[in-house]
């Protein structure tokens, strides 16, 4: 009776396992001995053991990595731990640049068993599942969202859970709603958002967190604020205007901001997200009194943000043009994060504020335009 032995290996488990979420990695590796998907196919196949120890380099898989976060965290990281350890994958075609930078591959979420063919192939060990539909776009497709946030997520974790790997899952500011405490929002408050990706992002956290402790699975997850990138491109969020008002400032002059003057959301400069992301998934087990930590930099309207910019381009002009979709997703989401469990527990820190944001990404976009002009 396969199932009922492996059943009750997890009865057992589960009462040795202490109640909090720190175990050390070592043992929440070697604890996990069969993946919950081999239950419900009626294996009993045993766990298959990695010899990942800290002093390794991990060997790192990530999902949706063309998107606007991906490519800059493979840079990061293949700085870190070499060129050949980190696997961006995606389904879309990579740019020649990205597609010579370090190793890429073909991987949809939705396939189960390519997704373990890819991971057991390259012996990896550190899975950033970066593969979603954001907010925006999440709406205007939610059964794809639903299939891609939710499925691909189950996917993804019986992978990891069944291979020992240490999985890092963002979450966002969106899994909060309008029922949440909004200035500032906690760690642990309701979560009732409002969109099928706030939904899908909270339904992450949780079973991350479950496989944690019924598993033992090293599940890792950061709620970024909203990120702003200069070199790529947001892909279909609410607060993709920090991003576009930049890029419109420098090449016309002008910029229609589709959320209201007043709309107070939190944001973050890529390299702080991408820093932090690395941080929490070198901080030792026993760092982390959560599985989930809010991380934030800093707050602002897009009235604040347009005054800054004008501080350096003082003819641009800022017009109004509400989108009532992500008007109203903007409105129940936070307007400030409590991120003091990350500062305290693993010492997050951010290096940008709204100056520094604003300064860095006119002379990025700047010095980007000028050489598009001279060529
Ligand atoms: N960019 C931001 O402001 C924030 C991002 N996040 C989270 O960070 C992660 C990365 O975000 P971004 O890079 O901005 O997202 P993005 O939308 O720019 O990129 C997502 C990528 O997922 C890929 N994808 C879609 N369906 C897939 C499938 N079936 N299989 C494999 N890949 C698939 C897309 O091709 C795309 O390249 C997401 O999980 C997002 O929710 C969280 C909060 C803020
Ligand atoms: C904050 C996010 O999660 C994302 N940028 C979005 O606006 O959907």
Redesign the pocket.
């Known amino acids: 009776m396969p199932v009922f032995r492996a059943l009750s290996k997890v009865a057992k488990q589960a009462l040795l396992a202490p109640a909090c979420g720190c175990q050390p990695l070592t043992v929440a590796i070697r604890n996990i001995s069969f993946s919950p998907r081999q239950v419900t196919s009626g294996s009993d196949a045993s766990f298959h053991s990695v010899s990942f120890s800290e002093t390794d380099h991990p060997k790192v898989l990530i999902?949706?990595?063309?998107?606007?976060?991906?490519v800059g965290l493979a840079k990061l990281l293949r700085k870190r731990f070499g060129k050949n350890n980190v696997i961006l994958?995606?389904?879309?075609k990579p740019p020649s640049n990205v597609f010579h930078s370090g190793p890429f591959i073909y991987?949809?979420?939705?396939d189960y068993k390519n997704l373990r063919e890819i991971v057991v192939n390259n012996r990896i060990t550190w899975l950033v599942?970066?593969?979603?539909?954001?907010s925006a776009?999440g709406e205007a497709n939610v059964a794809l969202a639903r299939?891609?946030n939710i499925t691909?997520l189950h996917n993804i974790l019986d992978i990891a859970a069944e291979h020992g790997l240490r999985l890092f899952?963002?979450?966002?500011?969106?899994a909060f709603g309008p029922t949440s405490p909004r200035n500032p929002t906690p760690d642990l408050c309701v979560q009732r958002p409002r969109t099928i990706?706030g939904v899908s992002?909270v339904h992450a956290e949780l079973m991350g967190e479950y496989y944690h402790h019924r598993y033992g699975l090293d599940f890792r997850c950061l709620?970024?604020?909203?990120?702003i990138s200069a070199d790529?491109?947001?892909?279909?969020?609410t607060?993709d205007y920090a991003v576009q008002i930049f890029h419109d400032a420098v090449k016309t002059g002008k910029f229609e901001c589709n959320l209201k003057p007043d709309t107070r959301l939190p944001m973050m400069y890529i390299d702080d997200?991408l820093r932090a992301t690395l941080e929490v998934m070198e901080a030792p087990a026993e760092s982390l009194s959560m599985r989930t930590y809010n991380i934030n930099a800093m707050s602002f309207t897009p009235e604040e943000l347009a005054k800054e910019v004008q501080k350096q381009l003082p003819d641009l002009q800022v017009t109004y043009e509400i989108d009532s979709v992500r008007q109203a997703i903007a409105d129940s989401w936070p307007m400030n994060f409590d991120d003091s469990n990350a500062r305290n527990d693993w010492c997050w820190k951010h290096d940008y504020d709204l100056p520094e944001l604003v300064q860095t990404m006119l002379n990025f976009i700047g010095s980007d335009s000028r050489i598009a002009q001279a060529n």
């Open positions: 999902t949706g990595g063309l998107g606007q976060l991906g994958s995606d389904i879309r991987s949809d979420i939705l599942h970066y593969s979603a539909l954001l776009v299939a891609v691909g899952v963002p979450s966002t500011i969106g990706y992002k709620r970024y604020p909203g990120i790529s491109q947001p892909g279909g969020g607060t997200c």
